[in-house]
């Protein structure tokens, strides 16, 4: 499924995590479903909060090639972007980003609790073993956690950041948002019960 202005879509929630603090510098990187086979995804080395429709580049999911835009290449994270998208038919929208408490879990190594309601909204967060940024090996950590978990909507890569499916770029905003402010509240709730 792809959504109506995907690429306006994209780049304004890109910018709208970079200004609410999802993200920070260069880091992180969005891209969305178009038609069966191809996607878009942010550009290398821009920061989320510079995406804009002509900075982003159309990728083929299936052999991961692309035509050349100016100076813009795909984002080193676009191999585990492609495979989502090519494993989940009902995603049209993978959203990676390193907000501050949803990260601290990850640097961690431990699951987010889950200690509101999200938990009736969502099924549990798998973790994603550690690899390399841009790497084959977590290309191939990835794939496993979405085999192994095939509902999911967040996987938490261990030291790195969060990655959150949707069917739509805004409903995956909407679930980065919320797995921040839960991994708040669950940071919150233990720093108060330490006292």
């Known amino acids: 499924m792809t959504e109506p202005n995907v690429t306006q879509s ?23 479903r178009i038609g069966q086979d191809k996607m878009v995804i942010t550009a290398s080395g821009l920061s989320l909060g510079d995406t804009a429709e002509e900075n982003l580049i159309e990728m083929d999911i299936s052999t991961y090639s692309w035509q050349p835009k100016a100076e813009y290449i795909p984002s080193k994270e676009y191999l585990f972007h492609a495979d989502i998208l090519r494993l989940r038919p009902d995603v049209a929208a993978v959203l990676h980003i ?77 679930i980065a948002d919320l797995t921040e402010e839960l991994a708040r509240i669950a940071y919150l709730k233990e720093m108060l019960s330490s006292k």
């Not at 780049?11 to 609410?20: L, N, Q, V």
């Not at 794939?143 to 739509?168: R, T």
Request: include cysteine.
């Open 98 to 174: 390193h907000p501050p408490y949803a990260t601290t879990f990850a640097v961690l190594r431990r699951d987010i609790p889950m200690v509101t309601d999200a938990a009736f909204k969502q099924p549990k967060i798998p973790r994603v073993p550690f690899a390399p940024s841009g790497t084959e090996e977590l290309q191939s950590n990835v794939v496993n956690a979405l085999e192994e978990y095939a509902d999911c909507k967040v996987l938490l890569l261990e030291q790195h950041g969060i990655i959150c499916l949707g069917s739509s770029v805004r409903w995956a905003y909407d």
């Open 10 to 32: 994209l780049s304004y929630y890109a910018r709208r995590a970079y200004k609410r603090g999802l993200v920070g510098g260069t880091g992180g990187n969005f891209s969305a």
